[in-house]
């Protein structure tokens, strides 16, 4: 009844942050030593999730408040919002630049938050409906599956901006997806 949707490792602290989306959670399990060490609470239809130890920051996407809580790795608790994001879902960490980029599925854009200061840069409009956001190390992009024209985006971090639409032939809403970064591959979900 209360699913669990996105997750993300902290493989230095030895973490894996889990959000129970319904349940408006997010789930601290210890990897190292097999339990629940906290449940971070107050995060309303929790979905996407990214931990950055470099920061020590985690990022949620809490999608009932259309926002993005920023929580202390350390303290775990919330330390900044980032309001105004119809649906927030997917996050990506884009290191270069230094700023974080989150899939607003229901506002057909990502957004921009500066990983610095917690305040909202800009708004990238993709023409249609948001899936999950990657950055890859390869390229130096972040990707975007846009689910209602069936293609994977490349945006540009430095400059905001979208440099490629690539077609997906034969899929249907592609939504989540993983990169094979060695490979150049991308496997995506539909």
Known sequence: ASRFDYQSVDPAAGRIYMNHMNAGSTVVFDADHGKVTAEITGLPRATGVLAVPSRHQVYVSAAGAHEVAIIDDRTLRVTTHVTGIRFPDGIAFAREAGKIFVSDESGSADVVIDAATGRKLSTIDLGGEAGNTHYDSVSHCILVAVQTRNQL????????????????????????????????????SC
């Open 153 to 188: 985006v490349a945006i540009d971090p430095a400059t905001e901006r979208i440099v490629e639409r690539y077609a997906l032939p034969g899929s249907d809403h592609p939504h989540g997806f993983a990169i094979d970064e060695l490979g150049r591959l991308a496997f995506i």
